[in-house]
């Protein structure tokens, strides 16, 4: 088990809805991460919340929409996506964030694949 | 531009050998690299992170190193075991965030 909870695991929309991805962490960590996995490639950054605040948003199409409620819990909301948008979708999280990526390694969940028909 | 490039997509090993995944990079000055475990269905595992001053490091069969000279990180799984089966991915510091490689997906044959 990942100290990292991502859900759903599996999710299958069409074009037209609006659904939610959701993390959640207990380990204390203040920067939490979500990535784009698509098949045998790297996961791809998407957003960085540092203190939840939005510190890196990687030029992501505006039909992704980050928010972080508490230091705990890191949403993906997805409203009118596009085929191309199916991928495993991974959260992450790290200790303190003196600027991204410096020097913590990231606890990922198992994250969400996501389908759009 | 910055590229990571692990040496290749695929390695088989029998078991009992000692497996050499290869990370180089173009354009960075990383003050440090890691590498992660990734098995299907499941998201990366942090195994190791060398420092740029640190030229070796170990953690049980696990062994890295960092030429920052030649611009490479060597990882090292010794006495290899079919569970070692998975991709690896080393990843390093970029402008802003932390970018990862393609992965090397390793099969270590009974």
């Known amino acids: 088990d990942t100290e990292v909870t991502q859900t759903p695991k599996h999710l299958v929309m069409g074009m037209t809805n609006k659904k939610s991805l959701k993390c959640e962490q207990h380990?204390?960590?203040?920067?939490m991460y979500w990535y784009k996995q698509k098949a045998k490639k790297p996961p791809e950054l998407m957003f960085v919340y540092s203190y939840e605040k939005l510190s890196i948003n990687e030029s992501v199409p505006s039909r992704f929409s980050p928010e972080c409620p508490n230091s705990s819990l890191l949403n993906l909301h997805l409203h009118a996506l596009q085929p191309e948008d199916s991928a495993l979708y991974l959260c992450?999280?790290?200790?303190?964030?003196?600027?991204?990526?410096?020097?913590?390694?990231?606890?990922f969940g198992d994250g969400t694949r996501l389908s759009i028909l | 531009s910055q590229k990571i490039e692990q040496n290749s997509e695929a390695l088989n090993i029998q078991e009992g050998k000692t497996a050499t995944l290869t990370c180089n990079y173009t354009?960075?000055?990383?003050?440090?690299l890691q590498w992660y475990r990734q098995d299907p269905g499941r998201g990366p595992v942090f195994l190791l992170l060398i420092r740029e001053n640190e030229k070796e490091k170990r953690k049980e069969r696990l062994k890295v190193t960092f030429d920052t000279t030649l611009k490479q990180s060597l990882f090292h799984i010794t006495a290899s075991q079919p569970a070692d089966s998975a991709t690896y991915l080393c990843?390093?510091?970029?402008?802003?965030?932390?970018?990862f490689g393609a992965g090397t997906r390793l099969t270590v044959k009974p």
């Open positions: 992450a999280s790290s200790h303190f964030l003196s600027r991204p990526g410096s020097n913590q390694p990231q606890h």
């Open positions: 354009n960075y000055s990383p003050a440090y």
């Open positions: 380990m204390g960590h203040r920067a």
């Open positions: 990843a390093l510091e970029g402008n802003n965030d932390m970018r």
